[in-house]
């Protein structure tokens, strides 16, 4: 029986890639870069250190700033994304998100957030389900990012779970490439791309049964 569940954020519980792409793609376009939907596609997971890394280099500027004006071009993404927030509420949650925690709650089954964006807290509360998670892994603490199972080992020990134990749900290749290196059980979810690797894909929460996925 497994004995507590790791969740992604973006793509999982609220879907807000499409604000990470407008901010991305202004702050882009004023160092005369261009970016389109494909290659935001390669950002999903990533963290915004490396998102910026990527989109330099995709614009062959890869060596021109400095460690500093990297933190600056960074943080001006991220006042753009939070702006964008501002209207975050229940009503972004994903399909099925809720009653999905809803179900985890009844059967006490600990949760946790493995997430690389800075921002889940924030995005959690906005949503009105940071009630539902006993731990969010703070992505500072990390050495390394996804694929690398870290994050989802964290995650599971934030919330008293052997790795071995844990369900980890991911809509990124890089994140199921992480729960599957952790040792757990992975979900993956998506209507669109296969997840290769993952032991359970579904196209949405809607699909999942609490009880049935901790007693398979
Ligand atoms: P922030 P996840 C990731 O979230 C996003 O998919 C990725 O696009 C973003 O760059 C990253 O968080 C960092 O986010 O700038 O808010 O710290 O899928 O790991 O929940
Ligand atoms: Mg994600």
Redesign the pocket.
């Given at each position: 029986m497994k004995k507590g569940f790791i969740f992604?954020?973006?793509?999982?519980i609220t879907d807000?890639?499409k604000f990470?792409y407008i901010a991305w793609k202004n702050l882009a376009a004023t160092l005369g870069i261009t970016i389109d939907e494909t290659f935001n596609e390669t950002?999903?997971?990533?963290?915004?250190m490396?998102?910026l890394d990527k989109i330099l280099a995709y614009g062959h500027k890869e060596n021109a700033f400095t460690t500093t004006e990297k933190e600056t071009l960074?943080q001006k993404?991220?006042d753009e994304?939070v702006k964008l927030l501002a209207d975050l509420s229940e009503a972004d949650l994903l399909p099925g998100v809720h009653d999905f925690l809803v179900q985890a709650k009844e059967q006490t089954i600990p949760c946790s957030i493995?997430?690389?964006?800075?921002?889940?807290p924030m995005i959690l509360d906005k949503l009105g389900v940071l009630e539902f998670f006993g731990h969010i892994v703070d992505?500072e603490t990390l050495t390394k990012g996804?694929p690398d199972p870290e994050i989802f080992i964290k995650a599971a020990k934030s919330i008293g779970v052997e790795p071995k134990d844990a369900i980890g749900f991911e809509?990124?290749q890089a994140?199921i490439e992480g729960i599957k290196a952790a040792g757990m059980y992975a979900v993956g979810l998506s209507a669109t791309e296969t997840l290769i690797g993952a032991d359970l894909q579904v196209a949405s929460m809607t699909e999942l049964d609490v009880e049935q996925l901790i007693n398979q």
């Amino acid at each position: 029986m497994k004995k507590g569940f790791i969740f992604d954020l973006d793509g999982v519980i609220t879907d807000t890639a499409k604000f990470h792409y407008i901010a991305w793609k202004n702050l882009a376009a004023t160092l005369g870069i261009t970016i389109d939907e494909t290659f935001n596609e390669t950002l999903k997971g990533i963290s915004r250190m490396d998102s910026l890394d990527k989109i330099l280099a995709y614009g062959h500027k890869e060596n021109a700033f400095t460690t500093t004006e990297k933190e600056t071009l960074a943080q001006k993404k991220n006042d753009e994304y939070v702006k964008l927030l501002a209207d975050l509420s229940e009503a972004d949650l994903l399909p099925g998100v809720h009653d999905f925690l809803v179900q985890a709650k009844e059967q006490t089954i600990p949760c946790s957030i493995a997430s690389a964006s800075k921002n889940a807290p924030m995005i959690l509360d906005k949503l009105g389900v940071l009630e539902f998670f006993g731990h969010i892994v703070d992505p500072e603490t990390l050495t390394k990012g996804k694929p690398d199972p870290e994050i989802f080992i964290k995650a599971a020990k934030s919330i008293g779970v052997e790795p071995k134990d844990a369900i980890g749900f991911e809509d990124a290749q890089a994140g199921i490439e992480g729960i599957k290196a952790a040792g757990m059980y992975a979900v993956g979810l998506s209507a669109t791309e296969t997840l290769i690797g993952a032991d359970l894909q579904v196209a949405s929460m809607t699909e999942l049964d609490v009880e049935q996925l901790i007693n398979q």
